[in-house]
């Protein structure tokens, strides 16, 4: 059966990889081990680039080797969203009250907060999603997200066109999302690190542009 992947990879990063010894993983094999019944077709990865901070500067640099490195497997292709960031008062919490009314008269005190987000990806993975689902691109799919907001454009892909959606977890804090699962075709719980042990690129590797390494942090 030939099956697109489909992986936010935000969700995957931070779900499974971000305090791992895990970050420089080949997502494609991952996806062989996780599937072995399945022909991999085609793998979207749907991600944005990251902006540096004074704690950490080369965050950025860090994951454009990364999908150098994604890009040197011949059947991902990597669809970039943006990342924006802006200063925004919220609440503080625990609440913090600033008169002695029992109970409060006035909302809590809030506090300036540096908001940090990545913008599009999640409708640029149902995009391509329905897309490919409508030009019959593949027999099943798999989604590697535990984002909610992707439950409607699966329940169309399985009700309305009659293709399987398979649902892998990345999110090894948070069991599957009650209404992905409740519309997929099955579902995987999470991604063990014996499969992301097994899944990691070489230490070294070659493009177009030549020889590149894993950073040496992350």
């Known amino acids: 059966m030939a099956a697109n992947i489909y992986i936010d990879g935000f969700n995957l990063y931070y779900g499974s990889l971000a305090h791992s010894r895990y970050k420089w993983l ?3 094999t991952m996806c062989q081990i996780l599937l072995p019944r399945l ?5 979207r990865y749907f991600t944005a680039i990251v902006k540096p901070l004074a704690h950490d500067p080369g965050a950025p640099i860090r994951q454009t080797v990364y999908l150098r ?3 040197t497997i011949p059947n991902v292709e990597i669809i970039r969203g943006l990342f924006v960031e802006w200063p925004r008062l919220m609440p503080q919490f625990p609440f913090a009250y600033t008169d002695q009314s029992t109970p ?3 909302p809590p005190q809030k506090v300036q907060i540096l908001k940090r987000e990545e913008k599009g990806s999640d409708v640029n993975l149902a995009s391509f999603l329905l897309v490919d689902c409508f030009d019959n691109d593949f027999d ?3 989604v590697i997200s535990n984002d909610s907001d992707l439950a409607m454009p699966i329940e169309f892909v399985v009700k309305k066109f009659g293709k399987r959606v398979i649902l892998v977890n990345p999110d090894r804090s948070n069991p599957p999302s009650g209404k992905l699962k409740s519309v997929a075709s099955s579902y995987m719980p999470k991604i063990n690190n014996s499969v992301l042990d097994k899944s990691q690129f070489s230490q070294t590797l070659t493009d177009s542009n030549g020889t590149f390494t894993k ?3 992350w």
């Open 140 to 142: 099943e799919a798999v």
């Open 69 to 71: 490195a994604l890009e």
């Open 26 to 28: 080949n997502i494609a």
């Open 104 to 106: 409060p008269t006035r």
């Open 215 to 217: 950073p040496p942090t």
């Open 39 to 43: 022909t991999l077709k085609r793998i």
